[in-house]
């Protein structure tokens, strides 16, 4: 666990893991990128892109991992549509933000 934290520059003992601030992009169709940032906290996940905001709170995401080189997938339950969804985004540092989002977890369920 040490080797993973000191890989991805992450500082459990610090808790600077807390929060986090990353770039995306979200592909809406193959010739539109759309650059945003994702925010991993206590609270949630935050997705921001120009002037819209969507927070997927921690109890209702379901999955996060990466697939193939640069995608993110976050798999969440929409309380408001009764349904799970899923995200695709694109992003530099697929690991660290799932690496993140698995400190959070596990912060809050120590604690």
């Keep these: ?11 459990c003992k610090n808790k600077k893991f807390i929060e986090h ?7 809406e169709d193959k010739d539109k990128i759309n650059p945003g940032r994702l925010f991993v906290s206590q609270d949630g996940i935050k ?6 905001q969507i927070l997927y709170k921690l109890e209702n995401v379901k999955r996060c991992f990466f697939k193939d080189e640069n995608v993110i997938v ?8 009764d349904n799970f ?13 799932c690496y993140n989002v698995l400190c959070i977890f ?3 369920a120590a604690a």
Excluded: A, C
């Design 85 to 97: 969804s899923t995200n695709y985004l694109n992003t530099d540092v697929p690991e660290k933000i």
């Design 106 to 108: 596990s912060y809050i």
């Design 47 to 52: 997705l921001q892109f120009n002037s819209d």
């Design 74 to 81: 976050i798999e969440y339950y929409d309380p408001i549509n």
């Design 21 to 27: 601030e990353y770039v995306i992009y979200e592909t």
């Design 1 to 11: 666990m040490k080797e993973t934290v000191e890989i991805y520059g992450l500082d």
